[in-house]
């Protein structure tokens, strides 16, 4: 069983950047593929970014490819988040996840085991 806990949230200026932590715990956490989603009040999560177990792979929303960069750090049980050029869409929840199985249907939030509690992320005009 992997526990994740995210950090790194904050707020920031339009066209500034963030970076996102997911720690996790857990000597699986190597062999889990991992994403990130994000909620904004009155709307659904929605899929951000996704990353095999190994960081070979990576795959984005389209609203935020060339703009968010997903990246892991197995040794230190860790996945990265680099959020540049926030506008306002961008502010939400985000959580980052852990699925077990690989990543089959990366973008669905069922496809995952493990959540960690979210960290808020919000951009000013």
């Known amino acids: 069983q992997v526990q994740l806990v995210g950090s790194g949230g904050g707020l920031v200026q339009t066209g500034g950047s963030l970076r996102l932590s997911c720690a996790a715990s857990g000597r699986t956490f190597s062999t889990y593929s991992m994403g990130w989603f994000r909620q904004a009040p009155g709307k659904e999560r929605e899929f951000v970014a996704a990353?095999?177990?190994?960081?070979?792979?990576?795959y984005y929303a389209d609203s935020v490819k060339g703009r968010f960069t997903i990246s892991r750090d197995n040794a230190k049980n860790t996945v990265y988040l680099q959020m540049n050029s926030l506008n306002a869409e961008d502010t939400a929840v985000y959580c980052c996840?852990?699925?077990?199985?690989?990543?089959?249907?990366?973008?669905?939030?069922?496809?995952?085991?493990?959540w960690g509690q979210g960290t808020q992320v919000t951009v000013s005009s």
């Open positions: 990353i095999s177990w190994s960081g070979d792979a990576t």
């Open positions: 996840a852990g699925n077990p199985r690989g990543l089959g249907f990366y973008k669905r939030p069922t496809s995952y085991d493990y």
